[in-house]
């Protein structure tokens, strides 16, 4: 009887250390003078010189298309997505606002917000300015 009890909980514990683990945290998103840097569920690391476009996205109702396979975990959602008018995608998304950067890349599209709008938006113009784009 007490190896179940020790089990059951081992197991809470684990689910505990689970769910404050880093992946079911905001990822991580950098600027350097170089490249973008995602470092959440998935990782994802762009040269600025590679980007081919980038989009600010004011007040955009994102649709859902099929099953998602990253993780929704409180007001955020990290991982891969497919979105209506925006396909497939790696998704790092704060879900209490609704304006989102997309980038696009020879190999990849990333759709991503900070936890403001204005946070969001100044994001978007520092990267364009280090992309050389006014």
């Known amino acids: 009887m007490s190896i179940y009890i020790f089990l059951f909980a081992f ?6 250390d689970a769910l404050n683990s880093h992946e079911t945290a905001p990822a991580n ?8 840097e995602f470092d959440g569920l998935t990782y994802d690391q762009i040269p600025y010189s590679l980007i081919d476009s980038i989009e600010f996205l004011k007040d955009y109702e994102l649709v859902k298309v099929g099953k998602q396979a990253g993780i929704e975990f409180e007001n955020y959602y990290n991982g891969e997505a497919d979105f209506k008018n925006i396909g497939k995608c790696h998704a790092y998304l704060y879900l209490t606002h609704s304006n989102y950067i997309v980038i696009t890349s020879k190999n990849q599209k990333i759709i991503f917000n900070e936890p403001t709008i204005d946070t969001t ?4 113009k520092y990267i364009k300015h280090e992309m050389g784009v006014s």
């Open 11 to 16: 197991l809470l514990f684990m689910m505990g």
């Open 121 to 124: 938006y100044s994001m978007y």
């Open 29 to 36: 998103i950098a600027c350097t003078q170089y490249f973008i």
